[in-house]
């Protein structure tokens, strides 16, 4: 069986191998990029200046690999999203995983196939989560042994023997794990489960989040708990109860027992870790439901909080909840930053998480203590029947936000006197108040729902943050994306919930954002400081509306698209580079992007290239045989799926 689940290529010319391909003598890290991340401090940055604000705008497309999912008999294809795998570069070969799990090993100057995986997850039967995709894959070596690592759509846990292709036959069973087990709870509905983002590799340990459908009609989720595998033989070693069973410390955080039924409180983005150290760290989701924790009074930790294990043992050394009790969906969506920084003259191994409710928490990494002081402050109760909303919320005083906190009159738009009188207008339907301002039931005092600002798609979102190791400075991508939420109750026989969640449209004046912008934006923060260096709007937004032009605003930010997940930021020696959705800046026709670049000290755009196809993955660069690439993944909606190179001209480089 397990045979027919691997397709190779022609055999691997030596040339092809990993080890063959180091250059002699060379520096066996640079120019590579070896995680999600390029590095397990999630830092996206790339020790590489060949690409610079000389040449940017000189940039072709190298070469383009299609998806090894497109050769899927189609009777065995289930619809996919957008592409957003991370390529993987290790010494002289890239490796990329589709949106069905399949692994690809390609020569970096051609896009070739050298060989190709397919753990056929999709033949155990359709997902419950559509379309589906797979984020990305983990590299781990002992110094000897190699291995890709990837957790399927098919709850496997698959190791990959880096040079042939191959699943590992000494780990788990003939290379493949079953992640249906080691839950340690087993009343809920387990088709509600699965994996999206890559596990992490540390030390001997192979650690694994999960994805779980965080809005189900009924309390049957399950429980978010985090795994670890032995990286040789696949054996289980320990579980992390991200909910707390009893005789666990913080078990009263679940009050009524609601331990043994809540679910979710996964960790569904990107983990980072310091191998050095030994500790991986965790950023966890909103237990279920998202909206009315009724049935899941109290704190509710670990949700929506940090944890930093001992990776070898699973042992918890310290933990922040960013949101007690939440209520808005602010799980935090992206892997931590790691970086040493000094703060008054002391050095510190610093730990920066942004998250949607747009605030950076700074952290010694290894004590958990507050690099700033992180205070608790008194929050609106909730008016639901059955609700308790938690009286106060962590808020830190510095850095200061990235993104607009929270809405009132003052933020509305005032761009004329008419958009104004308008504006109010509108707003008199929402409740408007702070950042944890609860939902409403729908009706409430005559209002259709809480005006949530950044919204629960807003702030820093997946994929989260990029840093220069060599400043300190971290770079955040941002949107503000207000979420009207409200709650009702479900139609007869249709839930166990006595509250479901519904939106409402938060347009303001002629389809104009309610609130003032910037609407999607990069901000610079020096974190030796806390300062804000910089901060623009990061796309044209709706400056050229009719109600509007005239006013020559300048660029907004892209306002309340498809922004949410897509891209993030890659850090050079040089640049900082990203990439927006061409349909909002040039013609709402282009199918295709805009790959820009910025000066890091200032946010000036230096320079752009219009790219043919729509981008979503992460981008990542690479240096092989003397010249500077980068990569992105796109398409993924219509069949598309495909991975994108781009380099200097030969004559340039």
């Known amino acids: ?181 080691d839950l340690g709870r087993l009343e809920f509905e387990m088709r509600n489960i699965t994996h999206g983002a890559p596990p992490i590799a540390v030390g001997d340990s192979v650690i694994v989040g999960s994805k779980i459908f965080d809005y ?21 070693k320990w579980r992390f109860n991200t909910i707390p069973q009893p005789g666990e410390e913080f078990n009263d ?98 730990l920066a998480q942004v998250s949607k409710t747009g605030y950076t928490y700074v952290f010694d990494r290894i004590s958990g203590e507050p690099v700033w002081p992180i205070d608790e402050v008194p929050v609106p109760p909730s008016t639901v029947p059955g609700e308790r909303a938690h009286p106060t919320q962590p808020i830190p005083s510095w850095p200061l936000p990235f993104e607009r906190v929270g809405v009132s009159e003052d933020d509305l738009i005032d761009f004329t006197p008419e958009l104004r009188a308008e504006a109010l207008e509108i707003a008199e339907q929402f409740v408007l108040g702070d950042i944890f301002t609860p939902p409403i039931v729908r009706g409430q005092d005559g209002k259709t729902s809480t005006y949530v600002v950044p919204g629960a798609g807003g702030g820093a979102n997946f994929p989260g943050a990029s840093l220069d190791p060599e400043t300190q400075v971290l770079y955040v991508p941002s949107v503000t994306n207000p979420t009207g939420m409200a709650l009702i109750a479900p139609p007869a026989g249709t839930s166990d919930w006595p509250y479901v969640i519904q939106y409402t449209r938060t347009a303001g004046p002629q389809g ?80 295709g992007s805009i790959l820009l670049a910025f000066d890091k000290a200032t946010g000036d755009k230096l320079g752009e290239i219009e790219v043919d196809q729509r981008l979503h993955g992460p981008i990542m660069s690479y240096q092989h045989a003397g010249r500077q690439y980068l990569a992105v993944a796109g398409g993924g909606r219509e069949k598309d799926d495909e991975l994108l190179v781009f380099a200097l001209p030969p004559e340039i480089h």
């Not at 209520?327 to 610093?350: C, E, F, Q, T």
Request: glycine share 8%; charged share 20%.
């Open 512 to 591: 104009l954002p309610l609130v003032k912008p910037p609407y999607r934006r990069i901000t610079a923060i020096d974190l030796n400081s806390g300062e804000q260096l910089w901060q623009i709007p990061f796309g044209k937004g709706p400056s050229d509306h009719p109600a509007i032009a005239h006013l020559d605003l300048g660029p907004l930010g892209t306002a309340f698209n498809d922004v949410v997940a897509e891209g993030g930021l890659l850090v050079t020696r040089s640049l900082l580079i990203s990439y927006l959705a061409a349909k909002d800046e040039l013609d709402p026709a282009h199918p």
């Open 1 to 181: 069986m397990r045979s027919l689940l691997v397709i190779l290529a022609a055999s691997l010319l030596l040339a092809c191998s990993p080890q063959a391909s180091l250059d002699s003598g060379a520096d066996p890290l640079a120019g590579q990029w070896l995680h999600h991340g390029a590095d397990h401090f999630s830092s996206k940055y790339a020790a590489l200046d060949q690409i610079d604000a000389s040449n940017f705008a000189q940039l072709e497309v190298a070469w383009r690999w299609r998806s090894a999912d497109l050769s899927i008999p189609e009777d065995s294809l289930y619809p996919t999203g957008d592409y957003r795998a991370v390529p993987l570069y290790v010494n002289g070969v890239m490796y990329v995983n589709t949106n069905h799990g399949q692994i690809a090993a390609l020569d970096p100057l051609s896009g070739e196939q050298q060989w190709l995986f397919d753990p056929q997850s999709y033949a155990l039967g359709p997902p419950n989560f559509s379309p589906v995709q797979t984020r990305g894959i983990e590299y781990w070596t002992d110094g000897e042994v190699e291995r890709l690592f990837i957790a399927t759509l098919g709850k496997q846990l698959v190791s990959i023997d880096i040079a042939t292709g191959q699943p590992d036959p000494e780990f788990g069973d003939d290379g493949f794990v079953d992640l249906t087990q």
């Open 216 to 236: 189900i009609m009924s309390n049957r989720s399950p429980p978010g708990h985090v795994r670890a595998y032995d990286a040789r033989s696949g054996a289980f």
């Open 253 to 350: 955080t679940w009050e009524d027992g609601s331990w043994a039924t809540a679910g979710n409180t996964n960790v569904w983005t990107y983990m980072a870790a310091d191998d050095e150290l030994g500790i991986v760290y965790l950023p966890t989701s909103t237990p279920t439901n998202d909206y009315w924790g009724g049935r899941r009074l109290g704190e509710n930790l670990f949700a929506e909080s940090i944890v930093a294990l001992d990776a070898d043992s699973g042992e918890r050394l310290w933990h922040f909840q960013t949101v007690h009790h939440g209520l808005w969906d602010y799980d935090i969506a992206s892997a931590p930053n790691l970086v040493d920084i000094v703060v008054d003259g002391r050095p510190i191994k610093a």
